[in-house]
């Protein structure tokens, strides 16, 4: 996977971040981070398809989470609560990229950006959420 999209996911769960605690119009922070963050080194394209679909599809995406988490989805830390979402849009909606992939970029930007533990809680879940969303990707991989 490009550096340019793992750094265009890093600004999503940023901005995904900023649109939950704010409740900003997503267009909004969109601008704003075009304005105001080097965008150069990133898929900005990509960048603006998570923070878009991420939020339209929000019913759906908490619908996959919820019911893999120990608790109810709004006391999950808003930080860990933005990557899991973007990595159910990831394993839902973007069957392009390899669930390992997926999984893989939800743990480095927890570790970058999430609590001490945090990218064990995130990788748990995503890892459930694989399973249950990808279950012929992984059975035609070996892996149980």
Do not use: C
Request: glycine share 6%.
């Amino acid at each position: 996977m490009s550096r340019a999209r793992s750094k265009a996911r890093r600004a999503a769960v940023q901005a995904l971040y900023q649109w939950q605690v704010s409740r900003q119009d997503v267009g909004d922070i969109e601008q704003q981070f075009l304005a105001e963050q080097d965008m150069r080194k990133l898929e900005v394209p990509y960048f603006q398809e998570l923070l878009h679909q991420v939020p339209a599809r929000l019913d759906e995406l908490d619908d996959y989470i919820s019911p893999l988490l120990d608790r109810p989805l709004n006391e999950v830390d808003p930080v860990e609560r933005a990557i899991l979402r973007l990595g159910a849009y990831e394993l839902g909606f973007r069957l392009d990229i390899p669930y390992r992939v997926v999984i893989n970029e939800a743990v480095e930007i927890a570790k970058t950006f999430g609590g001490e533990e945090g990218y064990k809680y995130v990788n748990g879940i995503l890892d459930k959420l694989a399973q249950k969303l990808r279950s012929t990707e992984i059975r035609a991989r070996g892996v149980t």
